[in-house]
């Protein structure tokens, strides 16, 4: 079973890519679809908060919401109740594309499970989860998302 890590550490590199090519034209990365995401749900979320939600550490939410800032999709504030704490809003552009980045993750989706029967996405869908719930308990991420 120790091909496991390959095949899923493979798919998310093609899965970069695929996301990469297909948002470029909006100005974004293959990576920064769980940004646009996450802020675009939780207007106002903290830095900390948005990192622990996304199993990313704190310098590099740093650097991809300084580069998202840079290209106008979010705004970064200082609490108003705690100073220290920064918040992360999304823009008008960042609305504008979220639609888009549904719209591309579903296209993924749907191609990668075409040829399974509805019952095998049922089940892969529940076993990946199990995956990946002992993934973030072996990791410690779930102490950390939970802080």
Not at 7 to 12: A, G, L, P, S
Not at 59 to 66: D, E, F, H, Y
Not at 99 to 119: G, I, K
């Amino acid at each position: 079973m120790e091909a496991l890590m390959r095949f899923v550490d493979r798919t998310t590199r093609c899965a970069v890519i695929y996301r990469s090519e297909k948002l470029e034209a909006e100005g974004l990365n293959g990576c920064q679809h769980t940004y646009i995401l996450n802020i675009c749900r939780e207007p106002g979320i903290s830095q900390e908060r948005l990192a622990s939600r996304i199993y990313v550490n704190r310098s590099s939410v740093t650097r991809q919401l300084a580069l998202l800032e840079q290209n106008g999709f979010v705004e970064r504030r200082p609490s108003e109740s705690d100073k220290r704490v920064m918040e992360v809003f999304p823009t008008q552009k960042a609305f504008d594309v979220y639609p888009r980045v549904r719209e591309v993750l579903s296209e993924w989706n749907t191609a990668l499970l075409e040829q399974f029967t509805p019952e095998e996405r049922k089940l892969l869908s529940t076993m990946m989860e199990r995956v990946m719930v002992k993934a973030v308990e072996m990791s410690g991420a779930d102490k950390v998302a939970n802080a």
